[in-house]
């Protein structure tokens, strides 16, 4: 059974940092395409960063410069740093394996 549990998520005041980390079960990680997604109220989900097997990163232009995506294949999990957050960050925040599978999500909240 493939599970994607992610975890990092929370209230932080704009300019904040958070981390956010996807752990996988019953999949190997490192062989697939990982990507962040993230939805906003009334708002259709929408790709943030992802990175392929061989370690290439793409960006959504929103979050270019501010936002790291990386891989720990030793743990299994991939992660998403997420440096000067603006309001329009907040979202639920889910990670999708290429195999399709999706993580629960995680909330995340920018505000004063």
């Known amino acids: 059974q493939v599970q994607l549990v992610e975890s990092g998520g929370g209230l932080v005041q704009p300019g904040g940092s958070l981390r956010l980390s996807c752990a996988a079960s019953?999949?190997?990680?490192?062989?697939?395409?990982m990507g962040w997604y993230r939805q906003a109220p009334g708002k259709q989900r929408e790709l943030v960063a992802s990175?392929?097997?061989?370690?290439?990163?793409n960006y959504a232009d929103s979050v270019k410069g501010r936002f790291t995506i990386s891989r720990d294949n030793a743990k299994n999990t991939v992660y998403l740093q997420m440096n000067s957050l603006k309001p329009d960050d907040t979202a639920v925040y889910y990670c999708?394996?290429?195999?399709?599978?999706w993580g629960q999500g995680t909330q995340v909240t920018v505000s004063s």
């Open positions: 990175i392929t097997s061989g370690g290439t990163t």
């Open positions: 019953g999949i190997i990680l490192s062989i697939y395409t």
């Open positions: 999708r394996c290429a195999m399709g599978y």
